[in-house]
């Protein structure tokens, strides 16, 4: 059972760049690493996902070392409306039916103040 | 159409009423989700449906009964509730469960029981 470990929570400044780790020391070899967003009272959205080195979106990178024991979000040139929840998220098997679940972790609280 | 629709977005119940929450998506997506939110917790997931088949039930009280009528649709009956039991109640759909890790997230119903 793959587990994520982030920081519970991160400060930043509008137009700096956020990069938010993600330690998942025992993920599986076919397991993907994905990231969601989560702002109050709202359901997650999906930002990106990927398996290993880089994944580029129109929204974010993801970071993804050889070992693939870690990923890091990064959120270039933040502003206000990115303060949000941020989960990272690897592949959970139900070993009963073999489907894939969406286990969410604790999540990283991101507030950027102008 | 990307979206996954809910309703109602609030609800308010006593402890002996009968409700229902409505899911709804017509990505053709064939697997969908039931979460539920705790306040400044993560979504945990109670119940997939897999091509309208129940296929996973993470030990919820019978108290909460899902119902998947047709491809699109997704249901959650709620009968005899706690006070305990409000909290943002999230559906969610992927392509099928081989993919649950990039689901679509509806907004969530907000019920307070009372």
């Known amino acids: 059972l793959a587990k994520t470990t982030q920081p519970i929570s991160m400060d930043s400044y509008e137009g700096q760049e956020v990069n938010i780790t993600c330690s998942h020391n025992n993920i599986a070899t076919n397991d993907y690493i994905t990231w969601y967003q989560q702002f109050p009272s709202q359901g997650p959205r999906f930002i990106i996902q990927g398996y290993k080195t880089k994944v580029t979106n129109e929204v974010a990178s993801l970071f993804i070392p050889a070992d693939r024991k870690s990923s890091t979000l990064s959120l270039p040139r933040v502003s206000l409306s990115d303060t949000a929840v941020y989960y990272c998220?690897?592949?959970?098997?139900?070993?009963?039916?073999?489907?894939?679940?969406?286990?969410f972790g604790t999540g990283t609280r991101l507030l950027v103040s102008p | 159409d990307t979206e996954v629709t809910q309703t109602p977005k609030h609800l308010v119940m006593g402890m002996t009423n009968k409700k229902s929450l409505k899911c709804e998506q017509h990505?053709?997506?064939?697997?969908m989700y039931w979460y539920k939110q705790k306040a400044k917790k993560p979504p945990e997931l109670m119940f997939v449906y897999s091509y309208e088949k129940l296929s996973i039930n993470e030990s919820v009280p019978s108290r909460f009964s899902p119902e998947c009528p047709n491809s699109s649709l997704l249901n959650l009956h709620l009968h005899a509730l706690q006070p305990e039991d409000s909290a943002l109640y999230l559906c969610?759909?992927?392509?099928?469960?081989?993919?649950?890790?990039?689901?679509?997230f509806g907004q969530g119903t907000r019920l307070t029981v009372v």
């Open positions: 990505m053709g997506h064939r697997a």
């Open positions: 998220l690897v592949g959970d098997y139900e070993r009963n039916t073999g489907f894939q679940k969406l286990v």
């Open positions: 969610a759909s992927s392509q099928d469960v081989g993919s649950a890790t990039e689901a679509f």
